[in-house]
């Protein structure tokens, strides 16, 4: 692979909470020019198998990915697995008790929904039918489609964001397990948009100094909508801990214009691309990355 083709190592299909099925979003992305691709839905590799047969199909780059929701210090911290090895049993049993959290947590966010005055339950038994394993984005879609909220930023802000009564304590492992799972699958564990999680200069050093010690690889330096001052910021987390580099969009849906696959900064010199050592594999597609 051209070391300059653009990468996007962050990706969401139906799966989870993306718009696109995993085949849409492979000839999106192809379309947008990448040449290398994980699918990276929350907690599931539901959409890897069919995303695989159609980066094939566009000769495009792809490994199987997930983007493991963990715990650390109390709070939630995104870990995306790249490059896994979807079959591995650590991960699958991991993957079954996340599927477990996310549906007692989604039973949890419709009871406190409904006591706060918005239509929960309604919206799960939609959000169930449509067979997605749930988020907190199915369900402001659903409480904007029920007329709870104007629109998904709006249904964030008063239902679900930070806060609010949808905003539950979920039991997600430590994020030494999680990354643990993504070793014993063969990938690459990345800290997914380093700058979002409210933590102070030094917390976030120490977060990412754990991580490494706990096996994790490399922290996402350039994210889908990240500042300039992010992604200077995300460079010296990089150097200072010794992680190599990532780069995803963060693409969940054609109609947000804000974060489209593979517009992306190029990683700086300083930072070694979590994808060229070794190559990234490239499971279920014959192609070989160069
Ligand atoms: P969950 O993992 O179920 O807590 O859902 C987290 C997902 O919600 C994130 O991956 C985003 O896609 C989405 N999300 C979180 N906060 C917001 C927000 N303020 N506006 C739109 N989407 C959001
Ligand atoms: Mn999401
Ligand atoms: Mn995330
Ligand atoms: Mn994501």
Known sequence: ?????????????TASDGMLEPAALVAHVAGCGVALMALTDHDTVDGVAAAAAAARAHGIGFVAGVELSACWRGRAIHVLGLAIDPTCAAIVRGLESQRAVRDARADRIAERLDAAGAPGTTA?????????????????RA???????????????????????????????????????????????????????????????????EFAA????????????????DREQAISLAVRCRLEGSVGS?????????????????????????????????????????
Not at 124 to 140: D, E, K, Q, V
Not at 214 to 223: K, L, M, Q, S, Y
């Open 143 to 209: 409480l904007v489609a029920l007329g709870a909220a104007a629109d998904v930023g709006a249904a964030f802000e008063r239902w679900l964001g930070h806060g609010r009564p949808g905003a539950v304590r979920s039991d997600w492992p430590e994020l030494a397990e999680a990354t643990a799972w993504i070793v014993a699958a063969g990938g690459k564990a990345v800290i997914a948009h380093p700058m979002r999680y409210p933590l102070s200069a030094g917390a976030r050093r120490e977060l990412c100094a």
């Open 124 to 140: 799960l038994a939609g959000i169930r039918a449509a067979g997605s394993l749930p988020t907190r984005t199915h369900f402001a």
């Open 214 to 229: 706990a096996g994790g690889r490399g922290v996402e330096v350039v994210t889908g909508g990240g500042s300039p001052r």
């Open 250 to 290: 963060d693409f969940h849906d054609p109609a947000v214009p804000w974060n489209p696959p593979g517009r992306l900064a190029k990683l700086p010199a300083s930072v070694r691309p979590v994808w060229l050592d070794p190559p990234f594999p490239v499971f279920g597609t014959d192609a070989q990355p160069a």
């Open 1 to 13: 692979m051209n070391p300059h083709s653009p990468v996007d190592l962050h990706l969401h299909s």
